[in-house]
């Protein structure tokens, strides 16, 4: 065959994902790219050496330097690992099958059964967990490298100059160990490979190549350097010392897990994002020994056959290695996610087509076993397609894949708080308020609903209620600052400035980079007027995130106040670098250059062009853009227009029932227009 075929897979792959591009983030993906963003390489560097998985978190930094946190970049990274993957995947399968064990049996079938295994495992909806789910980039990295070490040692068994293939496989298993910690098994799988189809026992693997087996195992330093740490308990959602859930329940719990895995092989609906699996309860055998127990032969098959030397066996014990770090003693707070099945699927793929091609074979004869093989394999991959195309859509809205969720898995609580802030960020409140009502049904002690409860209630006005549930989510995680700016904001809005003061110092307290709790702070201290210290929260807040638009704007306004129009004008300008067709800032700047006493901060063309596009952006309904381009007019010289557009302001004014204090203002200024002169702003004390 070819040798171009295999290139057919990305081709395929990227026309498969392609609508998917542009979609947003769903679940955790959104604070980790948030978080992708590095001021320099020495503190790149420093979060890499940090990191508990370096390689991966060096790609986010990447895509975020080159695009920001715009998702077609992380999504066409992740559709790219995926399709270089497929291609390693049939490679590994071409050579294994041509080696001396098959060469006889599979010479002239090889590289259709490895096309075959390739594009079926490329196409399965199953993978979509680790390539649409966009940071679980962190699974097929992983495999990338899993399966380039394979190919890699499967390479240096069987050339005549190992030494290049023997570098390669090292540095893949140790750019592997430092993806993600499920590369552990990897030296033994290697092993075992060798062993199985290359040299035919573990002592001629290691005679042979017994440097290339030391240096893969020196890459479990790698592994703990990088994770050692968490094993025992420092992450808060898994090791040993993971308290919510014991190892023994942990492990009991996964022998319905792993069948319910490898019947996605088989039969990939639903596809369920987040389960929410409910642990085993040890002390109801009845519903975790039958799941264990067919688990457990399965693993026993797998083990004889791996003893046996036969090449099932070796597919089967790779399966439970890949699974074996989120599928045995070591708790994880998550039971199941479909994307811990990316590589332990190629297993099965692979296993499953080798097995049909043989009984093909055996059964038919001529060339019946090519056109029934070739027309099994396309009626697969099509339905797959088809399939993953469907599954994709949902990450289209955040609102239906939440809304897929809860449909297949009720009771998960996540799953229904997820779709509630979907709601929310929509305006749906209704929705919104149910959803959070659901959560707090499923388990009355969940501080992000009260707090999301909470926060559609202070959208509604409803301040009064929602400060009940602000204090119920504080009261259940005071040390979380997220919902201390919350209670602030509501606290602000109650007038009681003292206690939404102490709420965002609190709120700093817990997280010092928290610039939106130094913006609000900075409010407070203008309505105490205290101006100093007004403009070093809002600068904080500039200088802890760059792009907070309402930092620019708060800095700015309080510049005004205190006379310094020179600094005001430049925080609008940085202000609308960030939200260039914000209106209120277009009317805010054009009204400082059309208006400001200083002569030689005016600027007539600038403050003109500021205020029509204001005007645009509003429709001509909105007064204060209308005033505001009125004085923008006369301040250019074109009193007649001016005239007349304060006129349209007073207008509306009187139609939106404005204060009578406010429409003598403008009728005010409508004279200055009228008699030739421009209005000026009183110069601040």
């Keep these: ?102 060469a006889k049996r599979f010479a002239d079938s090889a590289p259709w059964i490895a096309l075959a295994v390739a594009g079926l495992w490329m196409l399965h909806p199953l993978t979509t967990s680790a390539v649409t789910y966009v940071i679980q980039r962190y699974e097929s990295v992983m495999a990338l490298f899993y399966v380039l070490t394979l190919y890699a040692v499967l390479r240096a068994g069987t050339s005549a100059r190992a030494g290049g293939w023997v570098a390669l496989a090292i540095a893949a298993c140790a750019l592997g160990m430092g993806s993600k910690q499920v590369m552990a098994s990897t030296p033994i799988a290697a092993l075992l490979f060798d062993r199985a189809f290359v040299s035919g026992s573990f002592a001629g693997a290691l005679r042979r190549r017994w440097g290339l087996y030391l240096g893969l195992a020196c890459t479990w330093g790698v592994l703990i350097w990088v994770s050692g740490r968490d094993l025992v308990g420092a992450s808060g959602s898994a090791g040993f010392g993971f308290e919510p859930l014991s190892p023994m329940r942990y492990f009991l719990s996964q022998g319905e897990v792993i069948l319910h895995y490898l019947r996605l092989c088989f039969y990939p609906y639903p596809l369920v994002l987040d389960y929410g699996w409910i642990p085993a309860f040890p002390e109801r055998p009845d519903l975790w020994v039958p799941g264990f127990v067919v688990v457990g032969l399965l693993a026993a098959a797998s083990l004889w056959g791996l003893i046996r030397n036969a090449w099932w066996g070796w597919l089967g014990a790779v399966f439970f290695l890949v699974l074996g770090p989120t599928s045995s003693f070591v708790p994880i707070a998550d039971l199941a996610f479909e994307h811990r099945m990316y590589l332990p699927l190629a297993a099965v793929v692979a296993g499953v087509v080798v097995v049909l091609w043989g009984l093909l074979q055996r059964f038919t004869t001529g060339r019946t076993p090519v056109v029934l093989g070739a027309v099994l394999a396309v009626a ?87 400060m009940a549930y602000f204090d119920r989510a504080v009261e259940l995680q005071p040390d979380e600052a997220e919902y201390r700016y919350n209670r602030g904001e509501a606290l602000l809005m109650l007038g009681r400035i003292d206690d939404a003061r102490r709420d965002y110092e609190a709120a700093i307290e817990r997280r010092p980079d928290y610039a939106k709790a130094y913006n609000n702070l900075g409010l407070i201290e203008v309505r105490q007027g205290r101006m100093d210290d ?35 004008v430049l925080a609008y300008r940085d202000a609308l670098a960030l939200e260039p067709d914000n209106p209120v800032l277009l009317t805010q700047l054009a009204r400082l250059l059309a208006t400001t006493p200083a002569p030689e901060l005016r600027d007539a063309d600038q403050a003109l062009r500021l205020a029509q596009r204001a005007n645009e952006l509003t429709g001509g309904r909105d007064v204060v853009t209308l005033d505001t381009l009125a004085a923008a007019l006369a301040n250019a010289g074109r009193f007649d227009e001016a005239a007349a557009v304060s006129q349209q302001a007073r207008q ?6 404005a204060p009578p204090a406010a429409i003598a203002e403008i009728d005010a200024r409508t004279r200055l227009y009228e008699s030739h002169r421009p209005y000026r702003e009183a110069p601040s004390p």
Excluded: C
């Design 1 to 102: 065959m070819g040798k171009w075929i295999p290139l057919t897979l990305p081709l395929v792959l990227l026309a498969l994902y392609f609508s998917t591009l542009p979609y947003g983030y769903v679940f955790d993906t959104t604070p980790n790219v948030e978080n992708a963003g590095v001021d320099s390489v020495g503190d790149a560097l420093g979060r890499l050496v940090a990191s508990g998985r370096p390689v991966v978190d060096a790609t986010l930094m990447l895509n975020h330097a080159v695009d920001g946190e715009n998702p077609v970049g992380y999504r066409l990274f992740n559709v790219l690992v995926h399709a270089v993957t497929a291609m390693l995947l049939y490679a590994l399968v071409r050579r294994t099958l041509l080696l001396p064990r098959f």
């Design 652 to 657: 509306r004014a009187g139609e939106q029932g």
């Design 534 to 568: 007004a403009l070093a929260d809002f600068r904080e807040a500039i200088t802890l995130d760059p792009e907070l638009a309402d930092a620019y704007q708060n800095l700015a306004l309080t510049l005004r106040r205190v006379g310094d129009v020179r600094g005001a």
């Design 380 to 466: 697969a991959a099509l339905s797959y397609a088809v399939m993953t195309y469907d599954q994709n859509l949902l990450h289209a809205s955040r609102v239906a894949v939440w809304s897929h969720v809860i449909e297949h898995r009720p009771y998960n609580a996540r799953g229904w708080n997820n779709l509630a802030s979907a709601y929310f960020d929509l305006e749906y409140y209704d929705e919104a308020e149910a959803g959070w009502r659901r959560v707090l049904e499923l388990r009355p002690n969940h501080a992000r609903s009260y707090d999301g409860l909470a926060s559609v209630l202070l959208r509604r006005g409803q301040l009064d209620r929602a």
